[in-house]
């Protein structure tokens, strides 16, 4: 009996998981128009109701402090109010609105930026798409596979980039640039040798 009601519990988690994880969808150009919310996306978490708005701090603190897409070091580059049309910041981020729930997204550049996201805040939440940096500077985004508690799709409140700064280089310590002298010389005096 008790194992019975472990494996209940057990499906109903499962269950729960497999729902909200339907609730946002990722993908290329090339499945955009059939099941993709944000081309060009990798990834994507949603529909976040709480809170109900996105923020850098909702952003960092997802997941019990892992961050959305296990990054913990949002920070908003971009807001672009639908209603408006008006951007605060500005940032990056330029966006189309095709006035029937899709567009298209485009930025500068991916210049000093280690990782961005792009949230789209609809109804009663919001999603995250972790974007393709690799794919080029542009895509398409669509609320039609994202509904909230009545079951409806959600109007566009606003689309929000998040960003991380690019990670420096590793210096090369000095005492590898050493190690590595030192072996060209070794190579150098075999060479030397059997000449």
């Not at 701090?57 to 580059?77: Q, R």
């Not at 729930?101 to 919001?126: E, P, Q, R, Y």
Request: charge should be negative.
């Amino acid at each position: 009996m008790m194992l019975r009601k472990l494996l209940a519990s057990a499906a109903l988690v499962i269950a729960a998981n497999a729902a909200s994880a339907a609730t946002c969808q990722y993908g290329t150009e090339a499945d955009f128009t059939e099941n993709a919310d944000v081309w060009t996306s990798t990834n994507c978490v949603g529909q976040i109701s709480d809170p109900v708005n996105d923020s850098a701090s909702a952003m960092n603190s997802y997941a019990g402090g892992n961050g959305v897409f296990d990054i913990n070091n949002w920070s908003l580059n971009s807001r672009w109010e639908e209603d408006d049309g008006s951007y605060s910041p500005a940032g990056i981020l330029s966006i189309v609105d095709n006035g029937d729930k899709t567009g298209s997204w485009m930025v500068d550049s991916w210049a000093g930026i280690g990782s961005a996201a792009l949230v789209v805040k609809g109804g009663t939440g919001w999603a995250a798409y972790l974007l393709d940096m690799t794919a080029g500077l542009s895509g398409g985004w669509s609320v039609f596979a994202l509904t909230n508690k009545g079951g409806q799709t959600p109007d566009i409140s606003h689309i929000s980039l998040y960003t991380t700064p690019e990670m420096a280089p590793i210096p090369l310590p000095a005492s590898g640039l050493l190690l590595v002298a030192g072996l060209g010389g070794f190579a150098a005096m075999r060479r030397r040798k059997k000449s």
